[in-house]
């Protein structure tokens, strides 16, 4: 329609719109994302709007798109690319600039560049706090996407400070049913549950669970990674009996999800051959025990 009335503004913005879109759209074939984007600019340069701010947002959505898509080196060139436009537009382009450094953040993290992915990660979070104050809800993205790098690091007690952080900014924000504060919250009792801080981690994984159900329902595949964190815990305090309510509750929404010979099933699978075996049922353990293997060596294959 924005072609049709001439409209280059609109125009530009949707194709904009429709590079982020495409790094999901994973239906779609990912050429398109060197259609659109050289569509989007081309018409950058008729509009001569080089080295403007529209510009660098046609980077970093190509560059998300193609970092959603695992095609590394050109996430790199385009957000590299990016930096460098919104970098020269000083703080009138910070939201942007801010954005960018992210997403360079992630792709190094998936690069296991940890030194670099932390570097960026900081530029970001100093441009935010200095441009848009220290309890903006974008710091609560940056905190959460750091603490899966600490995470992966095997840093638990980083993740989990950065993890609390992104949930005090998100929850008072968006309210505690929003995903992105049940996200926070979950990595958050994830990582307590790695650390043995039992009492934090069931506090964080019960509301978890209670926020997934009032959204979503009380068997939704949501609700499988709380209960799940809560079977852990359940088993350390030795109440074996609720263990073993909420991993067949777990195993029933999975098995349905995705099927009984998913990879998926594998964690389900093998704590209920745990719930088993601490309530001494080592004949009740077998089957899952079995089907955990079959699941396992298929997924090697």
């Known amino acids: 329609l924005a072609e049709a009335a001439g409209a280059d503004d609109v125009r530009l913005e949707a194709l904009t719109a429709w590079l982020r879109a495409l790094g999901h759209a994973k239906d779609l074939p990912g050429e398109l994302i060197d259609v659109v984007g050289r569509q989007a600019l081309a018409l950058v340069e008729r509009r001569d709007v080089r080295g403007r701010r529209v510009h660098g947002a046609v980077l970093v959505a190509a560059g998300e798109a193609y970092l959603e898509r695992d095609q590394y080196d050109l996430a790199g060139e385009r957000l590299d690319h990016a930096s460098g ?5 000083g703080d009138g382009a910070a939201s942007d600039l801010a954005e960018a450094y992210n ?3 992630m792709l190094h993290m998936v690069e296991k560049r940890y030194p670099e992915s932390h570097a960026a990660f900081g530029r970001a979070r100093a441009l935010i706090e200095r441009t848009s104050g220290p309890h903006h809800p974008n710091l609560g993205f940056l905190a959460n996407n750091e603490g899966r790098a600490f995470d992966k690091q095997g840093d638990r007690d980083a993740a989990r400070a950065l993890f609390a952080q992104a949930y005090a900014l998100w929850e008072p924000y968006y309210g505690p049913d929003h995903p992105n504060t049940i996200q926070a919250l979950t990595h958050l009792a994830r990582v307590e549950v790695d650390l043995k801080e039992d009492a934090s981690a069931r506090v964080h994984a019960e509301r978890s669970l209670e926020s997934r159900t009032r959204i979503s329902g009380a068997d939704d595949p949501s609700l ?13 305090a030795g109440d074996h009996a609720r263990a073993r309510e ?3 509750r777990a195993r029933a929404i999975q098995e349905r999800s ?3 010979d998913s990879p998926k099933m594998l964690e389900v699978l093998n704590l209920t051959v745990q719930v088993a075996l601490a309530e001494e049922r080592p004949r009740d353990a077998l089957a899952p025990a079995e089907r955990a293997l079959a699941v396992a060596r298929t997924d090697l294959l």
């Not at 499988?224 to 350390?236: A, E, K, T, Y």
């Open 85 to 89: 436009v919104l970098e020269a537009l």
């Open 103 to 105: 997403d360079l953040a």
């Open 224 to 236: 499988v990674h709380p209960l799940l964190l809560l079977v852990r815990l359940d088993l350390r």
């Open 246 to 248: 909420r991993v067949d």
């Open 258 to 260: 995705v099927g009984a």
